[in-house]
Each structure stands twice: as structure tokens, then as C-alpha cells.
């Protein structure tokens, strides 16, 4: 899975910069930074500034509950702003439910031109392009609106529409210059000018920075000459333009010694020289077009670099991190109709006597589709809208909430088969093209098992730097006595049980006892991130199938919080709906904290470290064999 060793070799040190997102989406701020992070703790994890994040996840790496972002539950879109949501998308839902047929694209491998004019038309290309530039200007929240109806009408057209939006030009969004965006921006958001995001090579998949396409700059410094090639490039095939990546030489001006480096290019099929290939024959998500992208001396104006020169790495970065949570509304949306269709047969379906709903085996799955989704809908619009009120540091509560939102989808839809049983297996059911579509999203914009090492390391790096900074305030005791007294009562609390994070003041009066293990869990992962910088130093970044765990149980404190606060929104709002809201996060914090602990408390079992060792041993064995490496029962051969 990760190829260039670094995953194994201690290069995830650099997954650092999570106290380095603070400007966010500014480039320059990386450029900066990057001079200030010499520092080695003793651990050897290198050494981050000591500034405070109001990022809740990034916090709890630190055993800290910081509420800001958590509690109450964001809500950011004024009553005009819902009123134009709502007008906007009606058009939008009739062109799914009375124009598009999902399963005869699927079927076809193809969308109509018919109905890609009429997506542009809807404006559905520009949906976060300012209105200046032609764009429906819409925020974050409201494309997580978007996204929801694409995903419970057809991922294939909205993988067409993402891989358009939330990163085939965002680049230009995020980091173009007024000029850039000037010349683009108009014929991405309503030109039919369709975009792509070409990263991925043969060679690279998770490890993108590994990438080989390289641009040579001219003599005369006007153009970088582009050559090589893209694998799966969603879009490949109908884009004109295209957000590039590609290694460029660089000097350091200390040493002079010549480097590689990966700069980002907006690239147009115009210059001459691009090419792709046929689209690819999938799995799911046919409709759209997937295709290998190849570059032969293309030829790119130096005006066209997205960002700054040699920081290309960090645009790819920032866009994926940028456009996470719209899989999340996405695949919340696809939930929605698959729970639909379960329970719409769980409703009709007699057997035994009975309507199916009437078991307690089929309640069970119902309910537990439910909570998943309610738990995946309030991740994405908690992050939506924090980013909507601008925060810059949810790269990892994007990460989690596409880790969730992927795997809950998946279970979802295979519960949703399961129910129906023998029609859910039919075609008829559309649930097998819905099963065969969600594969991919825990595959793509980061598999699922690198952004848990992402969400782990970068979390345990900001923690590192905690301590760090604990450790430079105990040689000056007098000066630094708040922080040191602050640290030393959490301490002292923590180790005679006493717990100090404290809900109440946030959450419903009926969840506070289900709040209560949330904020247990919160102090656990606090001291098990501690005792496992103290135990590994720097050596926990070889230690995967710990860190897995430890993402987990991220994943679960993150789900449980944001959930107790959107249903204590719900019950202080007195929606219609709250009670059952509450159950939904009753049920998910029973669940949810009792698994955290669980992971958590198997960090240092023996038992369980025994089977981490007797596991890799395992797969050792298969691997130099070339597969199964046993006996066989009958034969002894
Ligand atoms: S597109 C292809 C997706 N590919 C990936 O996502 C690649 C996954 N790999 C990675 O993410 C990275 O390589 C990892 C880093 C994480 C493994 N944010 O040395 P490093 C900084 C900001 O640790 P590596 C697709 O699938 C880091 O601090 N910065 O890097 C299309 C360091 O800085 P410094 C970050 O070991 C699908 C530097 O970078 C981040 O190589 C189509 C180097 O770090 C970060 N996250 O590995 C989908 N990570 O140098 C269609 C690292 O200063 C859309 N850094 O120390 C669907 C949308 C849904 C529908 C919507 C409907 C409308």
C-alpha cells in the first residue's frame, strides 16, 4: 500500500503541519513555515510551533476538549440564504427525478449530451465559481446541499460534476491569480469547458509526492515544457483544462544544490500535445469518464503555475483537504435512498405473518443504517460551515468525515440489499448500481487506510509539540507557572480519576449521561497519545496497526461530539424531529464510546500486542510465499 517506504521509514514526521494549517488555504504561509520547523524533539518527531488550534480534533490529540468549533452546532446560513438554497435546488431535484435516468447511464457507460447541456444550464458546473465570474457563488453549506441530491440521484454524474469542481479547478478558486482566474473561471463555471485533476501516475498513487511527470523550464523562462502521463483522471477525456502536477528543478539558495520539486500547472488541451486515452472499464460510477492523460512537450506558459513554484504538493494537498466534505454530503444523500428503499420494502414485505419491520433482526439494521447517516449528514455540514465561518484547519475533520461518511455508505447500501434480500440482489432494486458505485469512494482522494494514518500522525505531531513546549517551560518554572499549573492540576485530575472536561454546559439535559463518555473518551486519548510518544518516540510513525486504532478511535470522539451537539440544536430548536434525533445519538454514543475505549485500551494490552506482532508475522509469510501457505487438510501437500 504505501510504496516509497515513507509510511514505514519515519518520513510521516512531515504529516505535521497540523499547528501549520493556520493561514489555511495561503500557500505562502507553507513557504514561511517551512524555515521555522528545524527542531527535533527528543522523540526525533520534529518540533511544531506552539500555536493554540481552535481545531477540536487536532485538540483532542492532546487529551484538550476546545469547544469552538463543536459546540453549539455551526449554523451559518441566514434565513435568505436558505430561502435561495431551496429555490435553487428545486430545479434541480425535478431534472434528477423526471429528467436523468441513473441506470441507463450506468448502463451505457455514457451521460446524454441532452442532459450535460442541461446540468450547465442548471448551473450545476459553477455552483461555487463567484457570481462575478459567472458562477452561482454558492458557500460551502449550500454545495454540501447540491451534493446530497447528486448522491441520492447518480454518483456517476456526480463524480462528472466533483471532479469539475471540488478539484479540477478548485486550485484556481483557492490559489489562482486575479488574471488566472479572470481567463478561467468564466468557461469552467458556464462555458461547458469541463475540468480535470491530474495527480495520480502509474507509479504514484497514495504517495503523490513519488510523481515523475516533469516540467523543464524554458531558456528564456517564459514556458515549462511539460512531459508524461496520468492514470484514472475522472474527466481525462472531456477536459480542456486541467490542474497539473509535475516535478520541477529547483536551487537552494543556501546550498545550490539542484532539487525536485512539484509545482502545480493549470494546463489547457489547447497548447498541443495532450492527449488520452479510451475511458477505463469500471467497477461503478460508469457514467463518468475515466481516462489515462499523457503529456508530450506541452508547452505552458509561466503565467499558468497554480500557487507558487515547488509548492505544488501542498496545492494538491489543500484542494483534496478543501473538497473532502463534499463526499460526505454526497454519500449522506446516497444513505437517504437507500434507507428509502429498505424501509419502503421493510413496510410491505410479509413473511412469517408479519410485516418484516415487525423483527427485531430487521430493526436492528434499520435503525443502525439510520444512526450512520445521521452521524455522516451532521459531520459534513459541521465542517461545511466551519469552513463557511473560516476556519482553515479541518484537514483532519475532512479526512474523518470521509473515512465515515465511505464506509458508513458501504454498509448502508449492503444492509439495504440485505433486507430486500433476493430483489435487492436485481437489478430492478437500483441498489446493486448504488453498491457497485460506493466502492470507490474508500478508494479515491486518499484511500481510506492513508488518511487514517494521516488523521493519527498528523494529530500526534501537534500533540508531540505539546509536549515540547511543556518540557522548554519547565527549565524557566517561574515565568511559564500559568501554563505548568494548568498542566500539573489536569494531571493530578486525570491520575485520580477525575476527569475535567465537562459537557454540561453544551449538551441537552437528556444526553449529558451519554456526554459523559464522550468526554471520558476524550481524556483516554489524551493520555493514550501521551503514553505512546513516551513509549515510541519517534518510532510511532512504524507502528500502523496502532495507529489505525488510534484513528478509530478518533473517528468515534469526532461522531459522538458533533452529533450531541446538532441534537441538542435540534431539541433547542424544538424541531419536530428531536426526540428522534436524540435516540439516533444515544444509540451512536453507547456504541460509538464503548468501541473507543475499546481501541484505545488495546494500544497497550499485551494480548493485543501479541496479535499486532503474530498478524504482521502472518502476512510476512504469505507475502515471501506468494500467497496461502498452509498444508492442505487432505492432501498434507
Ligand atoms: S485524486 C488523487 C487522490 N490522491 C491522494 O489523495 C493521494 C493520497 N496521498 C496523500 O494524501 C499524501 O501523499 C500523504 C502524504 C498524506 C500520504 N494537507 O512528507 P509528507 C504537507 C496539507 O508527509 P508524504 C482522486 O482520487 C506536510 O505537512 N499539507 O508527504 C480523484 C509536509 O509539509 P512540509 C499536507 O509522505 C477522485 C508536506 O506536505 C497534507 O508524501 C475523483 C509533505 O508531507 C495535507 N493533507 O504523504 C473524485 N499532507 O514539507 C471526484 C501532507 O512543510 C470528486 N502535507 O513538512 C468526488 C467529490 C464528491 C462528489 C461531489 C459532488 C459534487
Redesign the pocket.
Known sequence: MLSRS??ATA??P????SS??PKGDDIRY?TA??NT?AMELKSGIKALPSKKSASFMLNLFRGKFVSEEVFPYPDVLADEQKELITSLVTPFEKFFSEVNNAARNDETSLIDKEIMDQLWDLGAFGIQVPEEYGGLGLSNTQYGI??EI?GGSDLGI??T???H???GFKGILLFGTQKQKQKYLPMLATGKVYAA?A??EPSS?????SIKTRAVKSDDGNYFILNGSKIWI?NGGIAEVMTVFAQTEHIDSKTGEKKDKVTAFIVERSFGGVTSGPPEKKMGIKASNTTEVYFENVSIPVENVLGEEGEG??VA??I??N?RF??GA?LSGTMKVCIQKAVDHSNSRVQFGKKIREYGAIQEKISQMNILQYATETMAYAISQNMDKGSKEY?LEAAISKIFASESAWYVCDEAIQILGGMGYMKGAGLERILRDLRIFRI???TND?LRL?VALTGIQYAASNLKELRSALKNPITNIKLLSGEISSRISRSIGLGQIDFTPYVAVELQRYSKGTAACIEMFGKTVEGLLLKYGKSIVNEQFILNRLANAAIDVYAMTVTLSRSTRALNLRLPTAQHEINLTKALCIQASKRCTYNLSRLSNPSDLELFNTMSAISKVVNDKGGVHTSHVITNT
Not at 512531515?14 to 503541519?17: A, E, F, I, M
Not at 498513487?205 to 509526492?209: F, I, K, R, T
Open positions: 515513507n509510511l518520513r510521516l512531515r504529516l505535521t503541519k501549520s494549517f507553507f513555515q517551512r520547523n447540491f451534493c447528486l456526480g463524480i460534476l466533483g471532479a469542481q471540488s478539484i485533476f495527480l495520480t498513487g497514495s504517495d503523490a509526492a475522472s504538493f501542498k494537498m489543500m483534496l483537504n473538497g463534499g463526499m454526497t484537514h479515491f482522494e486518499g492513508i494521516f
